[in-house]
């Protein structure tokens, strides 16, 4: 290791280690260091429950991955990454068997809402595929960290998405249109009559239009395997096992670079109280489970879906939101996220056996039990799943926060994705990934674009990093 290193991160999540990447592919020295035995944050594949069943106790599908400007800037499928795409992108089952689904055609979305609707989601979503690339990247770049590639498509899309989510579903008649897209939102645990929320809806329709909603093979964890080695091809070092409580504890360097909670930089490098303004949200209660066989969905299309989402209407979906976010309770019917990657990677389970992965909202530092509430939704639309347990592995907020310590109160988003702070966090900024400190960064999902596995808070930060190490 050089006596004075130009960059060190901390924290080994997908943020962190996209800094470090983009910062090695630049000629910087890089050095990387993680508190856990491996690498991975949110994205990693465990045994939580049975030998032979691979878990992912955090993110599991990633339709933001796969999309990612980041990550497809990289060669990272020489590194053993392979995107598995479903058959169905995602399912929203309702209570009479019958489902919505969000596939990658256009069309087929669109007959699944019904003939009431189809017009008017094609009219909502097909001018902006012709753009998506260029429109993501604009999106996923504010604040701007560069000019607008296309100002025009980002103003329209500013128009259609900066409202609240229950503007947007005003323009379906029917309530299975509006169920799905509120489930999308949810997917950032925003209230749906939140600032901005339309475009949560909107990102996550793209996103699998354009590109899918897949699964990594073998697991979340291949997405940090791969850039982990890419990493130490370009020269930099990755440490493991290592904890770090101040900035006496890291070499000497140009720069530092955390992929941590606000909170947690500012204890680090001494910033006091400067992000005392910075609000978590609610947390979620996650249960990951060894199947003896596959869900038993009563919809069909279920079936076939990488990601199934359960809420049987949009009201149901917006009671169980406010509950956990503003109520500060838990839902008795908690709308929930399942992923089962088994319907296109056998190798996650045993022969003839499946993992799933199930999470509801919960408020911020919650010690309860939802796996009752949990486990009777899914018997409402999988009757007899329970009868296919074999194990459980349950994780509320204080369970998740010792997991990952960014996971503030079990707020697995890295900080409350609601008002404001959905796109201006961690503070009112038009360069959030800068501190009081000239030597320090911050590169979580705690920074803009947000929470999701897709590396671009990490690549917008090292784009501040290393103008800044240039000018020096």
Known sequence: MPSMLDAVVVGAGPNGLTAAVELARRGFSVALFEAKGTVGGGSRTEELTLPGFRHDPCAAAHPLGVNSPAFRGMPLDRYGLEWLHPELPMAHPFPDGTAAVLARSVAETAASFGPRDAGAYRRLVEPFLPKWDRLLRDFM???????????????????????????????????????????????????????????????????????????????????????????????????????????????????????????????????????????????????????????????????????????????????ALHAASRAGRAPEKPFLITVQPGVVDPSRAPEGKHVFWAYGHVPNGWDGDLTDAIERQLER????????????????????????????????????????????????????????????????????????????????????????????
């Open 141 to 319: 770049s504010l604040p701007a960290t560069a000019l607008p590639r296309d100002p025009v498509a980002l103003a329209r899309f500013g128009l259609a998405g900066l409202p609240p989510s229950t503007w947007l579903t005003r323009r379906f008649r029917d309530d299975r249109a509006k169920a799905l897209i509120s489930g999308l939102v949810a997917h950032v645990i925003a209230p749906l009559n939140g600032f901005a929320t339309g475009a949560v809806g909107l990102v996550f329709a793209l996103a699998a239009h354009a590109a899918g909603w897949p699964v990594a093979r073998g697991g979340s964890q291949a997405i940090a395997d791969a850039l982990a080695a890419y990493l130490k091809d370009l020269g930099g070092a990755v440490h493991t096992d290592y904890e770090v409580k101040r900035l006496d504890d890291l070499p000497p360097a140009r720069a530092y670079v955390f992929d941590t909670s606000p909170a947690a930089l500012a204890r680090i490098a001494g910033l006091g109280r400067y992000y005392d303004g910075y609000h978590y949200g609610a947390g979620v209660f996650k249960i990951d489970y060894a199947l003896d066989g596959p869900v038993p969905w009563t919809a069909q299309e279920a079936r076939r879906a990488g990601t199934v989402q359960i809420g049987s209407s949009s009201a149901e979906i917006g009671t």
């Open 381 to 472: 639309f999988a009757p007899g799943f329970r009868d296919l347990v074999l194990a459980r592995a349950t994780a509320g907020p204080p369970q998740l926060a010792v997991r990952n310590a960014n996971y503030v109160g079990g707020d697995i988003a890295c900080g409350a994705a609601a008002g404001l702070q959905l796109l201006l966090r961690p503070k009112l900024s038009l360069s959030p990934y800068t501190t009081p400190h000239p030597a320090v960064f911050l590169c979580s999902s705690a920074t803009p674009p947000g929470p999701g596995v897709h590396g671009m808070s990490g690549h917008n930060a090292a784009r501040a990093v290393w103008r800044r190490l240039r000018r020096a």
